[in-house]
């Protein structure tokens, strides 16, 4: 069964810098796309940051020049960078990849989420 795990979530204060990792489990033969969302109170789930097999990224507009997205493959992971947060980056952080397990086709796996919250 595959699953993701994400880590590095936390309190931290406004200006301030963390990095969220994602690390994909279980039976995996190929990964192809990950990337993170985010779910602020209130709101529904936005992209933050997507990846492609091929390392071309793509981000919202809202965090561009202050977050970057990476992945290690070797790793099975997916990196996500956060500076300058703000406190309207408070939300849960989720991962999400596009994988194939033990079946012939890709599926769309999700984490269970990571709390960032940014107060002074």
């Known amino acids: 069964q595959v699953q993701l795990v994400e880590s590095g979530g936390g309190l931290v204060q406004p200006g301030g810098s963390l990095r969220l990792s994602c690390v994909a489990s279980g039976t995996i033969f190929g990964i192809r796309a990950m990337g993170w969302y985010r779910r602020a109170p209130g709101k529904q789930r936005e992209l933050v940051a997507s990846?492609?097999?091929?390392?071309?990224?793509e981000y919202a507009g809202f965090v561009k020049g202050r977050f970057t997205i990476s992945r290690d493959d070797a790793k099975k992971t997916v990196y996500l960078h956060m500076s300058t947060l703000k406190p309207r980056d408070t939300a849960v952080y989720y991962c999400?990849?596009?994988?194939?397990?033990?079946?012939?086709?890709?599926?769309?796996?999700w984490g269970q989420g990571t709390q960032v919250t940014v107060s002074s």
């Open positions: 999400n990849a596009d994988i194939r397990g033990d079946t012939p086709w890709f599926s769309t796996y």
């Open positions: 990846i492609t097999s091929f390392g071309s990224t």
